[in-house]
């Protein structure tokens, strides 16, 4: 069964944020994932809008909260919090 985050926020520090997207970029394929879509561009028809929004898949449930827990996504992690605001992460399974 499939698991995806869902993730939305808003980028404070460019630069910061383009370090943390290369860095993840090269760590989800060690956990079979993948970034379905990252649009910095949606419509929001309710609620409050965000700067970005991802949907990332992974194969299961498991590998999604491995990825997660790692210390290497626990260390890009910190690039994240300092260069986005707002952020979300929701992890849902089909």
Known sequence: MSSYYIISYDIVDQQGYEHYASEVAQLLPQYGAYVLFSDDSALTVEGDASQVNAI???????SALQCYQSSKYQEIKKIRIKSVKNSRFVLATD
């Open 56 to 62: 990332v898949v992974f194969p299961t449930r498991e």
